[in-house]
């Protein structure tokens, strides 16, 4: 295996260097492999002409464009490390990671480098560049005459290649740091589970500070030879204009579930598409199967997160179970434990660790934590719940942090959430546990009713009755018209459970 990851990348610049690897569709512009490699060259010159060296951090929060994927590459080929930040963070999240990583150089929206630059100061940032989403800025400019030439450095397989921050949902963010390995490791499993070729056309409309948009859907693309169509944000009208030149589609739940609500969706749409994915957030049984009745396509989903990566997905060929993210990639392990890291049997509902080439080594600068979140035999504790089944398939229940102990007994909200999901009316749910005098945690509904939908919440009490164990049940179920979501469509639990603290606390005596 070769140790740096560019060097993969770099032959298929080579053999396919006049095809199209990116159409901009928002611009009308297109790239070819050798247009993005000359970019990412004159980008890495200049990390060298600011004396960036080998392991430096750039910190990059910038809107989606081709330029930004072009500095990712320059990042691989200069043997620095890529730091992606969501462009919705505000100046205390910025702050924070710019302290903790400490990077040598600091990339930003030209329209945020007023109240950024005292941040990028105060942190001792040496460089600060800007890039905008019609890739203007500072970076563009000073590279733009630079010699498009720049032989990649020699790096280690275990070199740092990237980083990405954790949500932090349940605290500060964490820095996760990617190695050359990990990445060329999952890259080259993608692409052969996958099946993709130089004949692919992927449809791109996902954000790339994110593993999903980032290094899923464009390592498949820059391995392959395959092409995108590059869209510079999710817009349901442009999807569907594009989808019949396109054969691959990634997407998170929500895009699937916004393309079923235009009438014009549906099999001529999707005529010339092998295979849609689905990740970054649970994908509902309902929504699998509306979708495959509506166009015959069974979405393929996998499971993976900022730290290894993806890590399990239902077979291209073969059984796509809903509700399911599949079985292990080829060199990596799943295995499901109790609260003492004692194996369990198929079926039982444990906490999810893993093992491969693509998992991380640990947080960065974190010693303590990475000795509590890894075994002493090098599993890695991923904080999901989760069962195996007797074929290997892994089906997830839920969040460690997101179990609820109503009078002493478990319930897992997703068992909860598909019987509510099922429901005539029900849009999507969400089942939080909320403090309660009594029980400890009462199981709680919050739920969204399709539009026009007339929805009681005894009713939906009693219909969950009929099928869950009664400590399962829902003691209230709250009606709101949408949940609180982060950028990559993943329900924000904590929210609801903030919002609603003090509902049973107010609530008169039964």
């Not at 060259?41 to 060296?53: G, H, I, S, W």
């Not at 950024?116 to 203007?136: F, K, P, Q, V, Y």
């Not at 026009?452 to 400590?471: C, K, M, N, P, S």
């Not at 982060?486 to 005596?509: H, W």
Request: with cysteine; net charge negative; hydrophobic share 45%.
């Amino acid at each position: 295996m070769e140790e740096s990851f560019f060097a993969p990348i770099a032959r298929t610049i080579e053999r396919f260097a006049d095809k199209t690897v990116l159409e901009d569709v928002d611009r009308g512009t297109a790239l070819s492999y050798a247009d993005l490699d000359r970019m990412s060259a004159r980008f890495a010159r200049l990390t060298a002409e600011l004396v960036l060296a080998r392991g430096d951090r750039v910190a990059v929060q910038v809107s989606k464009s081709p330029e930004a994927l072009a500095l990712y590459l320059a990042c691989l080929r200069a043997g620095l490390v890529f730091l992606p930040m969501n462009p919705a963070y505000r100046t205390g999240e910025v702050a924070y990671m710019l302290r903790d990583a400490e990077p040598a150089l600091f990339v930003c929206d030209p329209a945020r480098v007023g109240e950024l630059s005292a941040i990028a100061a105060g942190a001792r940032i040496r460089h600060l560049l800007t890039l905008d989403g019609e890739g203007g800025g500072s970076l563009v400019e000073r590279a733009r005459d630079l010699p498009a030439e720049f032989p990649p450095v020699a790096v280690a397989a275990e070199d740092y290649a990237a980083m990405l921050y954790t949500s932090g949902t349940t605290g500060r963010p964490k820095g996760a740091p990617l190695t050359h390995g990990n990445l060329a490791s999952n890259a080259r499993v993608l692409v052969e589970s996958w099946g993709f070729t130089a004949e692919d056309v992927l449809l791109h409309a996902l954000p790339i500070y994110h593993a999903h948009g980032l290094f899923v859907a464009c390592h498949c693309v820059l391995l392959s030879g395959a092409s995108m169509l590059w869209l510079a944000k999710f817009d349901r009208r442009r999807v569907i204009e594009l989808l019949p030149r396109a054969t691959v589609m990634m997407g998170v739940p929500t895009f699937y579930v916004r393309l079923l609500e235009d009438p014009e969706f549906g099999p001529e749409t999707c005529r010339n598409v092998r295979l849609f994915v689905s990740g970054s957030a649970p994908l509902s049984p309902e929504a699998w199967k509306a979708f495959r009745e509506r166009t015959g396509h069974e979405i393929l989903e996998r499971y993976g997160m900022s730290e290894i990566l993806m890590h399990t997905s239902n077979p291209l060929v073969g059984e796509r179970r809903p509700g399911s993210v599949g079985l292990p990639f080829p060199g990596s392990e799943v295995r499901i434990v109790d609260d003492a890291d004692r194996p369990l049997g198929p079926g039982e509902v444990g906490h999810v660790q893993v093992r491969g080439p693509n998992v991380f080594r640990g947080y960065w600068r974190m010693p303590e934590r990475n000795r509590e979140e890894f075994t002493a035999d090098g599993w890695f504790r991923t904080g999901d719940m989760g069962r195996l089944e007797a074929d290997g398939y892994l089906t997830l229940v839920g969040r460690a942090k997101d179990l609820i102990i109503t009078g002493g007994l478990n319930v897992y909200p997703k068992e909860v959430e598909d019987v509510l999901d099922a429901l005539p009316g029900v849009a999507e749910s969400a089942v939080v546990g909320l403090p309660h005098p009594d029980f400890g945690e009462a199981v709680t509904a919050v739920v969204v009713p399709e539009p026009g939908a007339d929805l009681e919440e005894d009713a939906v009490i009693a219909a969950v009755r009929e099928v869950l164990a009664g400590f399962k049940v829902p003691k209230r179920v709250l009606f709101v018209e949408a949940l609180p979501r982060n950028s990559m469509g993943k329900v924000q639990k904590r929210d609801l459970r903030e919002r609603f603290a003090d509902l049973y606390r107010r609530r008169e005596p039964a």
